[in-house]
């Protein structure tokens, strides 16, 4: 029988070391798995880093490619949870010529339906934000494209889990 592939989050709590990125992808890249989506950022720890990984395989290589992503000097633990395990967002940037904000009422419905937010307006153009799911990110772009879209931008996914994590003993033990 053959094994499901999931979308996995990949969380990978390391020290903040030049190259570590390059050797983290390397992992992925010797597997010819595509990575959906990558964030780093801080973690609730002060000098440890926080990668946010999103892949789809089965759960099975899941678990090998978490063995050699832990087996990285700087990682200090590295873990993976499915989409029903943890809360998850994305951000993007939207930028609109400004003209259209004030000739077309449409424009505006989309804005207030979509639970967007105006960042900044200028003569010549508007920013638009949107924090959501990557569907609901989908549909504003289909939405707004219709009108022409100058810029467009969308972050990695960022994610915590639903249940407790062990990783802040481990990263207070580590400092």
Not at 84 to 95: A, D, P, V
Not at 109 to 129: G, Q, W
Not at 134 to 149: C, K, P, V, W, Y
């Amino acid at each position: 029988m053959k094994e499901e592939i999931k979308k996995f989050t990949v969380s990978v709590y390391t020290e903040n070391n030049i190259g570590l990125l390059n050797r983290i992808s390397a992992i992925f890249q010797r597997r010819h798995i595509n990575v959906d989506s990558l964030n780093t950022s801080a973690s609730e720890i002060e000098g440890v880093s926080r990668f946010t990984i999103v892949v789809q395989i089965t759960e099975t290589r899941m678990k090998k490619i978490i063995g050699q992503i832990d087996k990285q000097v700087e990682v200090i633990k590295a873990y993976y949870h499915t989409d029903e395990e943890t809360i998850y967002q994305e951000s993007c940037l939207f930028k609109i010529k400004s003209d259209l904000l004030f000739e077309e009422r449409q424009i505006q419905n989309i804005i207030k339906e979509s639970d967007a937010r105006i960042v900044t307006v200028n003569r010549e153009f508007f920013v638009l934000e949107k924090s959501g799911r990557r569907n609901e990110i989908d549909l504003l772009h289909r939405d707004l494209s219709a009108f022409g879209i100058m810029q467009f931008v969308r972050s990695g996914r960022i994610a915590v889990t639903k249940d407790e994590m062990k990783i802040t003993e481990m990263l207070e033990a580590f400092h």
